[in-house]
């Protein structure tokens, strides 16, 4: 598809266990985003890939998040040790080719519930 | 830290109304500032931006101004529909940081 894909849609997890979170961009755009959003709430920026820099994981909560970008294409947001306060919709986003940067794609996220 | 946030948490408005979403941003040094709409159950959506060095742009029923004196921005959409109800959220960009994005603002449009 042309669009940014998220898997997996939905996640339920038992507090303690790790989870990973996987982003397709759409193919071309450098730059990739992963936020995080809880019921009724805004986008937490988590963190940012920029082509061949080094991410900007100012965002991040814990030492428990971490991401890789494999390839400048495709992403994963690992959550270890996962605690109930995780549970939220992770979106990936992507960016740049002849759109610009400031033009964001984004997926449909991913429905993660700790329990 | 600079950050983008807005006036109104909520809005609502009588369909056909024009609607008024506003944002206040503190980062004078934006390069870009940005709408984006968030329907119920989906990733926000790009909705149009405006350059720094401009102070106005129009889209297909929606306007976007800039008022870089006063650090606001704003979002006008004329004859408000049904399917413009959902969550409005402004972004400033500058250079290679991160795109920020603000609180939001929930459109409800009345029938």
């Known amino acids: 598809g042309a669009g940014v894909s998220q898997s997996p849609s939905n996640k339920v997890t038992e507090k303690g266990k790790d989870v990973e979170l996987r982003c397709d961009p759409i193919s071309g755009h450098t730059a990739l985003y992963w936020y995080r959003q809880s019921l009724g709430q805004g986008l937490e920026f988590l963190i940012y890939f920029q082509g061949n820099s080094a991410p900007d994981k100012s965002g991040l909560p814990s030492d428990r998040f971490s991401a890789e970008r494999t390839g400048g294409s495709v992403s994963t947001l690992t959550i270890q040790r996962t605690q109930q306060e995780d549970s939220a919709v992770y979106l990936c986003?992507?960016?740049?080719?002849?759109?610009?940067?400031?033009?964001?794609?984004f997926g449909s996220g991913t429905q993660l519930s700790v329990l | 830290g600079e950050s983008v946030g807005l006036h109104l948490p909520t809005l609502s408005v009588q369909e056909g109304d024009n609607s008024i979403i506003n944002c206040a941003y503190s980062?004078?040094?934006?390069?870009?500032f940005i709408w984006y709409k968030q329907e119920s159950g989906k990733g926000p959506q790009f909705i149009i931006d405006i350059r720094s060095n401009m102070d106005k742009r129009q889209g297909q029923r929606v306007t976007v101004l800039l008022n870089k004196t006063v650090k606001h921005l704003s979002l006008q959409i004329a004859a408000t529909q049904p399917g413009d109800s959902a969550v409005y959220f402004c972004a400033e960009i500058s250079g290679n940081t991160p795109l920020v994005f603000g609180k939001g603002t929930r459109l409800s449009v009345i029938a």
């Open positions: 986003a992507s960016a740049g080719g002849t759109g610009g940067y400031e033009k964001l794609f």
């Open positions: 980062n004078s040094a934006s390069d870009y």
